[in-house]
């Protein structure tokens, strides 16, 4: 899948949450030891398949994931678990509400 596939896919699922009021949402982004394109896709074919993740922004230069995510279905704590789970370091970085543009 490439890049432009991935970010529709994101849309995609975000479209999908109507039910989910912005200011409500949290946004976490983990220190990670992603290093190469297959980390990234790892990432995108997994994470947003996690209940509660509305959008997710990956910086691979700096080895950076964030998470926008609901905390009424998931957890930091459970965020950082399927991290781990998928091969991943995840050590948290920053966690704020969630300040759509």
């Known amino acids: 899948m490439n890049n432009l596939s991935k970010y529709i896919f994101i849309l ?3 479209a999908c949450s109507t039910n989910i009021n912005s200011n409500d949402l949290k946004v976490v982004t983990f220190d990670t030891s992603i290093h190469c394109e297959d ?3 790892t990432m995108f074919n997994n ?3 996690e209940a509660g993740v509305v ?3 990956i ?3 700096e080895k950076l ?3 926008v995510f ?3 279905e998931t957890t930091v704590e459970k965020l950082a678990e399927k991290i781990n789970e ?3 370091s995840a050590y948290v970085k920053s966690f704020d509400d969630f300040k759509s543009n």
């Open 12 to 14: 995609f699922i975000t």
């Open 39 to 41: 980390c990234v896709n």
């Open 47 to 49: 994470l947003p398949k």
């Open 55 to 57: 959008d997710l922004k």
């Open 59 to 61: 910086e691979l230069n």
């Open 65 to 67: 994931v964030s998470i």
């Open 70 to 72: 609901n905390p009424a």
């Open 86 to 88: 998928l091969g991943y």
